[in-house]
């Protein structure tokens, strides 16, 4: 928690809404700021965190939950599994922290972030979240569950070289087919990144909450 980057902190607790923010593999959670700022002026009342990923990247700079050099669809899903645990503490730690309940508790991931953020629901045990925002990200590997009381909402640029736009749209069918409650929403011209639409988009969702 320490290397977590407070946005917003709001002074009263009853309430309150959390906002979890997890970046992309060689990021930092600066990379997320922007995001977290335009969220923060508009959710007065939501502590907004941007999570650092525990392992420095073995690409270069910045941090990653798990490798992606030499990953395959085949041994992906080990990876997550095993930066699982690791995930699921630094919410458990904020929730504790902020006095923020998973039923008011947001994750948004950014693609590594959102691949954490996604695979959180396929675990057995209560919701993390009540709300999970996937930005740019996919599944480990295709859904098997529908998480009960989270609702997935998958975002996604249809230019997006990194991590293919099919890959939103599979998971989104998958999840429908097994009566969990998903958004899908494409964003013309977007590659892998985020931009003013998507920040209206969030934004919108989470009025929905």
Known sequence: MQNDLIIQQPAAVAGAEMLLLFHGVGASPDDMRPLGE???AQ?????VISVRSP???DLGAGWQWFSVQGVTEANRPGRVAAAMPAFQQSV????SRSGVPAARTTLIGFSQGSIMSLESTQQAGPALAQRVISIAGRFAQAPTRAPAGTVVDLMHGDVDRV?????????HAQLQALGGHATLE???GLGH????????AILKRLGES
Do not use: H, Y
């Open 43 to 47: 959710r007065p009342a939501a502590w």
């Open 163 to 171: 991590m293919p736009i099919s890959l939103a749209a599979e998971a």
């Open 92 to 95: 458990s730690a904020w929730q």
């Open 193 to 200: 990144g985020i931009d003013m639409r998507v920040v209206e």
């Open 38 to 40: 335009a969220l923060a």
């Open 186 to 188: 494409r964003f013309t």
């Open 55 to 57: 392992d420095p990247c």
